[in-house]
C-alpha cells in the first residue's frame, strides 16, 4: 500500500518558520520526484515547490521563491519544505506529492494536480499576523 505520511504543520507568527515532512512507504522513493502544493478553503490546489527524483532540480512558484527550500533524503525516503519568512497569505493546507519518475530527466516533476501519482493526506498551516 502506498503512503504519503507528512508533518510539521501548525500555528506560527508571521516571519517565523516551519518545516514540513512527507515520507513515502510502499515504493521506491528514488523512482519519484517529490512536490508540495497547498490549498485554501474554495481556492484550487497551487503548486509550491518540487525537486527531481536525483534531487538535483528543484523548482518553486513565484509566491515563495527565496522564502521556502525543498530538498530530499533518499535514505529516509522523505522529502522536506523549509519555510521560512512565513507570511499570512501562506495559510493553507499543504499537501505532499509524488510523481513516477524513473526514465525521465529531472524537468519531470509534479506540477499539475493532473500528473501527481500519489497525494499525502494534507497538514494545516497557519501563520497569524
Known amino acids: 500500500q502506498v503512503q504519503l505520511v507528512e508533518s510539521g504543520g501548525g500555528l506560527v507568527q508571521a516571519g517565523g518558520s516551519l518545516r514540513l515532512s512527507c515520507t513515502l512507504s510502499g515504493r521506491t522513493f528514488t523512482f519519484y520526484a517529490m512536490g508540495w502544493f497547498r490549498q485554501a478553503p474554495g481556492k484550487e490546489r497551487e503548486f509550491v515547490a518540487a525537486?527531481?527524483?536525483?534531487?538535483?532540480?528543484?523548482y518553486y512558484s513565484d509566491s515563495v521563491k527565496g522564502r521556502f527550500n525543498i530538498s530530499r533524503d533518499n535514505r529516509k525516503s522523505t522529502v522536506y519544505l523549509q519555510m521560512n519568512s512565513l507570511k499570512p497569505e501562506d495559510t493553507d493546507v499543504y499537501y505532499c506529492?509524488?510523481?513516477?519518475?524513473?526514465?525521465?530527466?529531472?524537468?519531470?516533476?509534479?506540477?499539475?494536480?493532473?500528473?501527481?501519482?500519489?497525494w499525502g493526506q494534507g497538514t494545516q498551516v497557519t501563520v497569524s499576523s
Open positions: 525537486i527531481s527524483w536525483s534531487g538535483v532540480s528543484t
Open positions: 506529492a509524488a510523481r513516477f519518475a524513473r526514465f525521465y530527466g529531472d524537468d519531470y516533476y509534479p506540477h499539475t494536480d493532473s500528473v501527481v501519482d500519489y
